[in-house]
């Protein structure tokens, strides 16, 4: 059983910062697999944010979050983070956690896609609001 449940989003003002948590069955970190966090604003697509390999690997982040946000996990608690700095009017969004068995294995570690389609498993989404 799959489960993914997200916490941590709130109101926030431009320049502000939130941290987001994603608490995932164990079944996902016990396993090769991906995790990412995505969002989606009202009247727009859900597009990816960042990404992380379960196992040792690389992550990624689209580019109007470089340098802001980061990714992160805690194996052992089966949690993965968002580090949300400097946040502006356009980050506000509804941040989904996702997980995936698609995972591209290198020769230094894996790399995940950052296709949301490639995503399976979905949590329920919190709630970032940045405004004045």
């Known amino acids: 059983q799959v489960q993914l449940v997200e916490s941590g989003g709130g109101s926030v003002q431009p320049g502000g910062s939130l941290k987001l948590s994603c608490v995932a069955s164990k079944y996902i970190y016990d396993r090769q697999a991906c995790m990412g966090w995505f969002r989606q604003a009202p009247g727009k697509e859900r597009e990816t944010v960042a990404v992380i390999p379960t196992r040792a690997g690389t992550t990624a982040y689209a580019d109007s979050v470089k340098g802001r946000f980061t990714i992160s996990q805690d194996n052992a608690a089966n949690t993965m983070y968002l580090q949300m700095n400097s946040l502006k009017p356009e980050d506000t969004a509804m941040y989904y956690c996702?997980?995936?068995?698609?995972?591209?294995?290198?020769?230094?570690?894996?790399?995940?896609?950052?296709?949301?389609?490639?995503?399976?498993?979905w949590g329920q989404g919190t709630q970032v609001i940045v405004s004045s």
């Open positions: 996702a997980a995936s068995w698609t995972v591209t294995n290198r020769i230094g570690g894996d790399d995940c896609s950052q296709i949301v389609g490639n995503y399976n498993f």
